[in-house]
């Protein structure tokens, strides 16, 4: 079975540093986009960042570039997001997400790309 489970949240102070993972299982990653994607109260879910696990090619929302960085590891079947500078504005639920791999080598960060989801898991941060 399919399946993508996050972790790594938490509350962290304005300025923090904390790492998300995405664990996949029932997939290689090699066919397979993976995006992340926040939800913060009364706001509708947007795109962080993606990437194409098949020669690594990565996307971000204008407002993460310079902050966060996407990356994995094939052979855990990890992928990790590296959140940094964080502001309250970034309090939100972070989403991991799988999607299969189409020709294109640029992932997108459209919902309807995905289909499988995690659980979420609640990044605060707060002073």
């Known amino acids: 079975q399919l399946q993508v489970v996050e972790s790594g949240g938490g509350l962290v102070q304005p300025g923090g540093s904390p790492r998300l993972s995405c664990a996949a299982s029932?997939?290689?990653?090699?066919?397979?986009?993976i995006g992340w994607f926040r939800q913060a109260p009364g706001k509708e879910r947007e795109g962080v960042s993606c990437?194409?696990?098949?020669?690594?090619?990565?996307n971000y929302a204008n407002f993460v570039k310079g902050r966060f960085t996407i990356s994995g590891d094939n052979a855990k079947n990890m992928i990790y997001l590296q959140m940094n500078s964080l502001t309250p504005e970034d309090t939100a639920v972070y989403y991991c997400?799988?999607?299969?791999?189409?020709?294109?080598?640029?992932?997108?960060?459209?919902?309807?790309?995905?289909?499988?989801w995690g659980q979420g898991t609640q990044v605060t941060v707060s002073s």
């Open positions: 997400a799988a999607g299969r791999r189409t020709f294109q080598t640029i992932c997108n960060m459209k919902s309807g790309t995905y289909d499988h």
């Open positions: 029932g997939f290689s990653l090699d066919y397979y986009y």
């Open positions: 990437i194409n696990s098949s020669g690594g090619l990565t």
